[in-house]
């Protein structure tokens, strides 16, 4: 997963057939799991493009979608927002969500 400014995640969503993008805080130890499961689902599904970024960075994304907590996983089809993901469960949880 590479790390995108807020300007990369806009041009990327609408642009890709299926994008997601990643929020988390470094302090975070949940975040830190989510990490982990998504560093396994970017190996499993590599087509897939998913970037993240330090929430404390793009303060403007988390007004814009409203984000409630950390770990956040906002997945994007054809443009429009389908899923706002805070429970990362398991690798085959995120992998469902992103067939």
Known sequence: MDEWTY?????VSAQEEMAAFYLYT????TC????????????LKP???IGKANLNYVEELATEYQIESVPCLLIKRKGKSVEK???????????????
């Open 7 to 11: 300007s990369e995640w806009k041009e």
């Open 26 to 29: 470094p302090l975070c130890g």
């Open 32 to 43: 830190a799991v989510a990490s982990r499961i998504l560093n396994v689902v970017t190996e």
């Open 47 to 49: 087509t897939v493009l």
């Open 85 to 99: 993901v805070y429970a990362f469960q398991s690798v085959q949880n995120i992998l469902q969500k992103l067939s």
